[in-house]
């Protein structure tokens, strides 16, 4: 007995009768237990990537700044955290069971450090995109994202006095 997913809807080959409940216990621990190795090349290209693209995110935080204070510390958190976010996501990428785990273990970490300007959270979650892009190795989604970004960036900077 087999299943497979056609046109949207789930249809069972085979004899209907024979064990739903087994095959798709099967399933379930198949994809619970699914421990497959990532490459050696996949995971250089993954750390790779995510540092051009938080060099990237650091020099347009930088450029882009106009605020008083400029804060070297947190623009290199800003790289650290898409470098980390990204082997978050290879560790994850296909195991089910882990990525609960990591959401169990992510959710105990509070940031006491209250966010002074609004722009920084953006460039929070652009790094944090990055990484989990970077991890799962979907290049070129980061690589357009990033440049729609900085282009927006490049647009709005001037424009910010205005508003």
Request: hydrophobic fraction near 55%; charged fraction near 15%.
């Amino acid at each position: 007995m087999a299943v497979s997913f056609v046109y949207g809807r789930l249809e069972i080959v085979g004899k209907p009768d024979a064990g739903i409940g087994e095959n798709m216990r099967e399933f379930i621990v198949e994809n619970l237990t699914n421990t497959e190795a990532l490459s050696v090349t996949v995971i250089l290209m993954n750390n790779i990537i995510a540092l051009i693209v938080a060099f990237f995110i650091m020099f347009i935080y930088k450029i882009s700044y106009v605020g008083t204070a400029y804060s070297r510390k947190f623009n290199i958190s800003i790289g650290t955290i898409t470098i980390i976010t990204a082997m978050i996501m290879s560790i994850i990428s296909n195991n089910i069971a882990l990525s609960l785990g990591m959401v169990g273990a992510l959710s105990i970490i509070r940031f006491r450090t209250a966010v002074k300007d609004v722009r920084d959270a953006i460039y929070i979650f652009w790094a944090i995109a990055a990484g989990i892009g970077c991890g799962v190795s979907q290049y070129a989604l980061i690589v357009i994202g990033s440049a729609f970004l900085l282009l927006f960036s490049y647009y709005y900077k001037e424009r910010v006095h205005i508003l």
